[in-house]
């Protein structure tokens, strides 16, 4: 398959596409803002340049869907949250746990959904708003740790519609997603694999 006889970023560059020439029924459309919060971005142990760089297109992905459903995910934590096993102590306070400033102005009307995990497709809040929001079809998701958060969440979503034939568009914005940087972790090597890996799995990869 061409998939597996080529270069992985070749095919992932040959294959994203700009998300204005992928027909989406703004009706049916969510844009899933995945930790878009200080603590990913600004202020906090996984924040970093390279994500405030991509501050520009999250901006203009919200509002190239200004009138499509919105969510907000991110995470919410005290002290005693059992991730701290396995990563490191993060979005703790107020301060980390805020909507970045530049996205703000698109909080009014959306969802806000606080998880404590790395994949917001078990909170319970958020499996109430699937049962309110069966009419959803396209999920569109920027933001935060492209290899953690978006990517499980993403696989989530895809597994279930493979599992019960359900027709769902999962977009990620190869532009508007970033991961961590530390000297174990290349934030950029992370960044691509993770997008290579949801494109192996049906995710449509994107940029704006």
Excluded at 31 to 38: A, G, S, W
Excluded at 48 to 64: D, R
Excluded at 130 to 154: L, P, R
Excluded at 164 to 182: G, I, P
Aim: with cysteine; glycine share 4%; charged share 20%.
């Amino acid at each position: 398959m061409a998939l597996f006889s080529r270069s992985a970023d070749k095919i992932l560059d040959e294959m994203t596409t700009n998300i204005r020439k992928i027909p989406l029924d703004p009706a049916r459309t969510v844009v899933v803002n995945m930790n878009t919060v200080n603590g990913y971005f600004k202020d906090g142990y996984f924040s970093s340049p390279a994500a405030v760089a991509k501050i520009p297109k999250l901006i203009q992905l919200n509002e190239y869907f200004l009138h499509s459903r919105r969510l907000f995910i991110y995470d919410t934590h005290n002290f005693q949250s059992s991730e701290f096993k396995t990563f490191p102590e993060h979005c703790t306070t107020k301060e980390e746990c805020a909507v970045i400033d530049e996205l703000e102005r698109f909080l009014p009307g959306a969802t806000v959904i606080e998880k404590n995990g790395t994949n917001p497709f078990f909170c319970p809040a958020y499996l109430r708003w699937t049962a309110e929001n069966k009419n959803a079809v396209n999920f569109v998701i920027c933001g935060g740790m492209t290899d953690i958060s978006v990517m499980q969440y993403a696989l989530s979503l895809k597994a279930y519609a493979n599992q019960n034939n359900k027709k769902l568009n999962v977009v990620v914005l190869e532009n508007a997603t970033q991961s961590f940087s530390t000297e174990a972790h290349d934030g950029n090597v992370m960044h691509r694999f993770a997008l290579y890996n949801m494109m192996l799995n049906g995710v449509i990869i994107a940029e704006i």
